[in-house]
């Protein structure tokens, strides 16, 4: 149902890069062959009363993520909107608003000021990861510092069949400790951890997706340490391949909001003495289920096949 939605409103039957179409008074226009899509034509409130949630809800599954530029938006504005997409994280009964910023912003919370981070799933080290993220752009450096993506629902189906299989019955424990940017030998001892499947359902598409991801994921639990790591490192270049990526490059007046869980997502360098100033809300999800793969319906990539390879 949904996916039929957002294929209805674009869908030329030819998956055409850059396909622009109407909707009454909303242009949409794809951003890439598989992900991304921007809406123009409204303000984001008006917007929001010309696409109902069902649709919004829709779209974002099936493009990964949705781009609002040209955006004015307070505090609350961005928050009515994020609770269009379903329940805010909050603090209490207000929205938790945080400004990813080099900068203080008054007296608000400022998180991850500085510098690249390595692709990551928020919250993926809890029992239940966010359902989608909002970034909206205040402050934008003239140089860097893009939004990066990663497809996992691409990336898993391009596995080859016996590391599907592998995975299948495999766990990954998630933990977020150590660095908050990038991946670390080391993890602090007060660590939040979660074990997950390390493929799981998309709870809107039902794809299967690589929840498997280079800042978070410590050990695929079972394997020996030294085949866990060689396996990790092969998922994680596999992932990363220019093939299941988009970087976001920003402007200011961006509103960004992305399924954190089709899509991983991390940050490109920037030149730090320059502002960079993001206002950020997260929805939250629900319980992570275990995909189950029904034989043969996937087709194979160009991954070396572990699973294949003699145990030393
Ligand atoms: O700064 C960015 O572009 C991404 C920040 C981030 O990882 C997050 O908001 O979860």
Known sequence: MTEALGKGLLDDGKGMTGLSQSVGPLALRRLSPTLGLEITGQALNEAVRSLSTETLNALLAEHGFLLFPGQTLDEATQAAFAACL???RSEGATPRIRYVSNRPVDDAVAILPKGAMDLHVDQCFAEHPNKATLLYGLEIPSKGGATRFADAVAAYAALPRGTQALLSGLDVLQAYGGSETTRTATLDANTATWRHPSVIKHPVSGHALLFVNRLMTRTLVGLPEEE?????????????QPRFRYDHQWRQGDLLVWDNLRLQHGRAEFETSQSRVLRRLTIEGGKVERFVQVPGDQTPGELTDVSQQPQS
């Open 86 to 88: 379903g329940k805010v």
């Open 228 to 240: 866990s790591n060689a396996l990790l490192a092969e998922l994680f270049s596999h992932l990363e």
